[in-house]
C-alpha cells in the first residue's frame, strides 16, 4: 500500500479527518535495446501505471494514444512518457505500459528491411510481459527519475503457422537513473568487415555489442536463460569520424563482462544458435560516469 505523509502537528480546535498525502515529483522515460532486420517498430502506448503494493495501480492515461517508434531510441536516447510534479508519495513495486497491440488491428506495427509492414499482437510467449517488477519510492519534495528499456531483440518473435502477424512479447528493464552509468566505444572496421560475419552482405546489419552481469560473465548468444545478456548497443557507422561506435546507456553501478558480435541478426532469442564473439572484457560501471571499451 502507498506510504503517505502527514503533518507533524494538527491543530486540535477543528478535529478534521481529511490528512494530506505527501507528493513528489516523478519522470518516466522509455528507451530501447536494439534488434536488426527491422527499419521501424511502431507501438501505440495509451499510458503508464505504477504498481503499488496493495496490488493497485497509479494511472497516468495520456490524452490522445502515442505512437512511439523504438528503432529511434537507440544508443541512450528517450521519450518522455510521464512528468509529474504531483505523484503520490510512496513505495511502488513496478511499472506497467498500457499498449494497444491486439489481433485484427494495425495499431502497432514492424517495418522489416526489405520494407514489408506487419502487425504486431500481444503475445505472452517468450516470457513477455507489458510490466516490470522494481521497488522504488517516490519522496515528499524529491525527484524520481525512472528509465524503462524496451528489449526488441528478445520482445520481437517471427510469425507462427499461416499468420503474417509478428509477436510482440515485451521483454522489459527498469532502471533508476541516478543509480545507473554509460558503456561506448568504437569497433575496428576489419572486426565489421570480416568474412566470417554473417550479415546477408550488409556490414549495416547485426553489428552488437552483448552485455552480461558480472565480473568475468559466460559469454553467450541469447536463449531465454538467466545467462542472457541484460541489454546490447548497436554498432553504427558514424558518419563525421568514420568511426564504428556504440553506445550502451542506463546500467545499474556493478561489475559487467561486454562482447562484440558481428553475428547479431542469427541470434534468435528462445533458442541456443551458437554464434561468435570476440573482446569480451570486465567493466564496472559507475553512476553518472560512462566507461569507454574498444573492440
Known amino acids: 500500500m502507498i506510504r503517505r505523509c502527514f503533518p507533524r502537528a494538527l491543530f486540535v480546535a477543528l478535529i478534521s479527518l481529511l490528512l494530506a498525502a505527501c507528493e513528489g515529483e516523478l519522470q518516466i522515460r522509455l528507451t530501447d535495446a536494439p534488434a536488426d532486420d527491422a527499419t521501424a517498430v511502431n507501438i501505440e502506448i495509451t499510458g503508464v501505471e505504477l504498481l503499488t503494493e496493495a496490488g493497485a495501480a497509479e494511472t497516468y492515461e495520456f490524452d ?25 508519495g510512496g513505495t511502488y513495486t513496478g511499472v506497467r505500459l ?9 495499431d502497432s506495427t514492424i517495418t522489416l528491411s526489405d520494407g514489408g509492414e506487419f502487425p504486431l499482437v500481444l503475445s505472452s ?19 524520481t527519475a525512472l528509465t524503462i528499456d524496451f528489449d526488441l531483440r528478445r520482445s520481437i518473435l517471427e510469425p507462427t503457422g499461416t499468420s503474417t502477424d509478428y509477436r510482440l512479447a515485451p521483454r ?20 565489421i568487415t ?22 568475468n560473465a559466460t559469454v553467450s548468444d541469447l536463449d531465454n536463460s538467466v545467462d542472457d545478456a541484460i541489454t546490447y548497443g548497436a554498432v553504427e557507422l558514424d558518419d563525421v569520424s568514420g568511426e564504428y561506435s556504440y553506445t550502451v546507456g542506463f546500467l545499474p553501478e556493478g561489475s559487467y563482462t561486454a562482447a562484440f558480435t558481428c553475428q547479431g541478426r542469427l541470434d534468435d532469442p528462445l533458442t541456443q544458435d551458437g554464434i561468435e564473439f570476440s573482446g569480451a572484457t570486465t ?11 574498444e573492440f
Do not use: H, K, Q
Not at 502515442?66 to 505523484?87: A, E, H, K, Q, W
Not at 522489459?172 to 572486426?191: F, I, M, N
Not at 570480416?194 to 552483448?210: H, S
Open 98 to 106: 498500457l499498449i494497444n497491440a491486439a489481433a485484427g488491428t494495425s
Open 283 to 293: 567493466v564496472e560501471i559507475e553512476a553518472g560516469r560512462t566507461e569507454t571499451i
Open 194 to 215: 570480416d568474412a566470417d560475419c554473417d550479415n546477408g552482405g550488409n556490414n549495416d546489419i547485426g553489428n552488437v555489442v552483448y552485455v552480461f552481469s558480472g565480473s
Open 172 to 191: 522489459l528493464r527498469l532502471v533508476l537513473d541516478d543509480d545507473a552509468g554509460t558503456l561506448s566505444g568504437t569497433v575496428a572496421e576489419a572486426s
Open 64 to 88: 490522445e494514444a502515442r505512437t512511439i517508434n523504438l528503432t529511434d531510441l537507440t544508443g541512450g536516447r528517450t521519450v518522455t512518457l510521464v512528468s509529474d510534479d504531483d505523484t503520490p
Open 125 to 143: 510467449a517468450g516470457g513477455g510481459s507489458r510490466s516490470v517488477s522494481r521497488n522504488f519510492t517516490v519522496e515528499e519534495d524529491e525527484r
